[in-house]
Nanobody, 127 residues
Framework: QVHLVESGGGLVQAGGSLRLSCAAS????????MGWFRQAPGKERESVAA?????????YYADDVKGRFTISRDYAKDTVYLQMNSLKPEDTAVYYC???????????????????WGQGTQVTVSS
C-alpha cells in the first residue's frame, strides 16, 4: 500500500520559514513527479510546487510562491521537500504532498491532479 507522509508543518510568524518533508513508502516515485498542494479554509485546493523525475529540468511553481518557496527531492530517500521562506499569513493552509504515475511536474501544477495524496500538514502563519 502506498503512503505519502508529510511532516514539518506548524505555527510561524510572518517572514519566517518552514521546511516540509514528504516521505513515500509502498512504492518508489523516483521516476515520477511529486508535488505540493494546499487548501485554505473556504477555498479550493491549489497547486504550490512540483518536481519531475529529472529534477531541475521539470519544475513548477505557483506565481505567488515563486522566489519564496523551493521544492527539492532526495531520490535515495524517496522524499520531497518544500522549503518555505518569507512566509505570509495568506500561506496559511493545509499542505498536501502528492505523487503522480504519468504527469510531468508542469502538468501536476497546471492541471492540479495526482494519483496519490498524503494526509496533509497544517501550516499557520501569524501576522
Amino acid at each position: 500500500q502506498v503512503h505519502l507522509v508529510e511532516s514539518g508543518g506548524g505555527l510561524v510568524q510572518a517572514g519566517g520559514s518552514l521546511r516540509l518533508s514528504c516521505a513515500a513508502s509502498g512504492r518508489t516515485f523516483s521516476r515520477n513527479a511529486m508535488g505540493w498542494f494546499r487548501q485554505a479554509p473556504g477555498k479550493e485546493r491549489e497547486s504550490v510546487a512540483a518536481i519531475g523525475w529529472s529534477g531541475s529540468r521539470d519544475l513548477y511553481y505557483a506565481d505567488d510562491v515563486k522566489g519564496r518557496f523551493t521544492i527539492s527531492r532526495d531520490y535515495a530517500k524517496d522524499t520531497v521537500y518544500l522549503q518555505m521562506n518569507s512566509l505570509k499569513p495568506e500561506d496559511t493552509a493545509v499542505y498536501y504532498c502528492a505523487a503522480d504515475s504519468i504527469r510531468s511536474a508542469e502538468a501536476m501544477g497546471v492541471i492540479g491532479g495526482a494519483d496519490y495524496w498524503g494526509q496533509g500538514t497544517q501550516v499557520t502563519v501569524s501576522s
